[in-house]
């Protein structure tokens, strides 16, 4: 009996491949030739100089913005293609909630996207309800964002971003807006997320110690033009706890990228 | 499923900011009251001691007098001016509002209308309501048309800036979830429109009833601008300030119930 041809499985591909891609802003080059595969189901931090092309690498990956140059392929698929298929989530720096709906509506949002137009929307395995509870702000569902604290509503867009089962997750700057201590609670949170849900997740930030807690790699970008200065593999015991930013090898890692970074 | 357990940090302040005490919330009330009162009675002292013949100014309680005798006239042109005034309030809104969708839909539109709507806005209300009148005719048309004129202007400019005031980030929002442009248009474009509209809805509520009334000076036998005008020529001083007294409650009746529907719709 002769083989049959299988369809490549999804795992043969990367999560995000980039092929020589660039990214233009009229005279400006914001990324240069950037070639990179993200693995499916791993967490990379992102860092570098601010304006060195960190938010528009994200950008670039959600079809926000086209590659003027070279490919960026999700799951083997356009972004474009990826995009309508609902596999990719972004969670910005501000919740960007609609503040008329409430907290559990929010999260339904990205149901209702298409739902008369016949789109198929991939529904997850959790119900917005359940996500909300996975978050920590059960019982608030009926709030509106301007009665949530800034940390409350970061946690609504996380959930929001999860409730179409996302295969990639792009983060940028989520916690920028938080004090330390709440930081410190949604980055332990966001590891569980991820450990539960298996999906490849992007996780801009400005914060060094937050980039080697969160990250399996950290992409280390430079400016003018944007390129990447180095892919650091952070090789950290996992689960992990708060606990490991004392060690001498979590600052170890910090003091090398810190370095990098003062290169930049 | 495992639920991340969190201490739940920030629950601690709690959105229910304690209403004003009672004793506070009773002087918001009788601050402005007792002054309104106060001024009221020096009127009334004010035209006994100066001895102020009535046909110049009345005194509040001739003016009283004339508001309960003279009752069953002052409803009788009450109705026209209220159903001008929400007429007029209805179509002039509607237009604004739906010639605002038209212009954050289409530059065009926008590049060809927003001059004209301009130049009209810039003709003053007490000029052009001749003309509506020799339009119109002397019957409700004229003064509703007015009242929706006067309303159209800062419905419009409002509402345009309403549905543009959704962020870049919102947009973007929508672009991830591949939304369409109805989508956009009515789970984000629409309600952050709304407390645009609603400012722009208060200044029509009380500007409506101006234009009804003036429509009605040009020319109408009934309708508090008749009365107005009848009650100078006649020498009617205490009609008069009844007259203009109901013709400021109506606005203000107009104006509270649109500041009540804002209070409904508008929760964030
Ligand atoms: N829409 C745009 N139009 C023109 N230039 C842009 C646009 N978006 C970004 N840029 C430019 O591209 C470069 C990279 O911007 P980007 O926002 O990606 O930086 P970043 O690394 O995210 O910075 P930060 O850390 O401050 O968020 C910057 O020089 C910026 O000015
Ligand atoms: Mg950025």
């Keep these: 009996m002769a083989a049959l041809q299988t369809p490549a499985a999804e795992s043969d591909f990367a999560a995000a491949s980039l092929q020589g891609a660039s990214v233009r802003f009229g005279e400006l080059t914001a990324l240069s030739n950037i070639t990179l595969d993200i693995p499916v189901g791993e967490f990379w931090t992102i860092l570098g100089p601010s304006g060195c092309g960190k938010s528009t690498m994200l950008r670039l990956v959600s079809d926000l913005i086209p590659a003027a140059a070279g490919s960026a392929v999700i799951f083997g698929k356009s972004t474009e293609e990826a995009r309508l298929a609902r596999e990719i989530a972004f969670v910005f720096q501000d919740a960007t909630l609609l503040p008329w709906r409430t907290a559990l509506s929010n999260v339904e949002l990205p149901l209702e996207i298409g739902r008369k137009r016949g789109v198929t929307i991939p529904a997850g395995d959790r119900t917005p309800m359940e996500l909300l509870e996975m978050v920590g702000l059960k019982g608030r569902e009926n709030a509106l964002p301007h009665e949530l604290s800034g940390g409350m509503r970061q946690r609504v867009a996380i959930a929001r971003a999860l409730v179409c089962q996302p295969k990639l997750l792009l983060m940028d700057e989520p916690f920028g807006a938080l004090d330390e201590m709440k930081r410190d609670l949604l980055n332990m949170q966001l590891l569980e997320i991820w450990r539960e849900t298996g999906t490849t997740i992007l996780f801009v930030t400005h914060s060094i110690s937050e980039a080697v807690f969160l990250g399996q790699k950290v992409l280390m970008l430079q400016a003018h033009p944007g390129r990447i200065k180095q892919i650091v593999d952070i090789d950290l015991p996992s689960p992990r706890e708060i606990k490991i930013r004392e060690t001498p090898r979590f600052n170890k890692y910090c003091s090398e990228l810190r370095a990098l970074l003062e290169e930049c | 499923m495992a639920t991340v357990d969190l201490p739940l940090d920030e629950e601690a302040q709690e959105h229910n900011s304690s209403f004003p005490l009672f004793s506070e919330r009773f002087m918001k009330v009788a601050i402005p009251v007792g002054t309104a009162v106060a001024l009221i009675a020096i009127w009334q002292l004010g035209v006994r001691i100066f001895e102020v013949p009535t046909y110049i100014a009345p005194a509040p309680s001739d003016v009283a007098a004339e508001f309960y005798g003279e009752f069953p006239l002052l409803m009788r042109n009450f109705w026209p001016t ?187």
């Design chain 2, 82 to 268: 209220l159903y001008e005034s929400i007429t007029g309030f209805v179509v002039g809104n509607l237009a604004a509002i739906l010639i605002a969708i038209a212009f954050v839909h289409s530059k065009g539109v926008e590049k060809a209308f927003f001059p004209i709507a301009v130049f009209i806005n810039t003709i003053p209300i007490l000029a052009i309501a001749p003309i509506l009148v020799l339009i119109f005719g002397a019957g409700m048309t004229a003064k509703v048309v007015i009242a929706a004129l006067i309303c159209f202007f800062p419905t419009l400019v409002n509402m345009v800036r309403g549905l543009q005031a959704v962020t870049p980030q919102t947009l973007e929002l929508a672009r991830i979830l591949s939304a369409s442009k109805s989508e956009i248009f009515w789970k984000m474009r629409l309600p952050s429109s709304l407390p645009f509209l609603f400012s722009a809805l208060k200044i029509a509520a009380t500007t409506c009833v101006i234009g009804a009334i003036v429509g009605e000076w040009i020319g109408a036998d009934l309708g508090l601008g008749a009365l107005i005008i009848d009650s100078t020529f006649n020498f009617r001083a205490p009609l008069l300030y009844a007259t203009v007294f109901l013709s400021s409650g109506l606005s203000v009746f107009l104006f509270t119930t649109v500041s009540v529907i804002e209070k409904l719709v508008v929760r964030w």
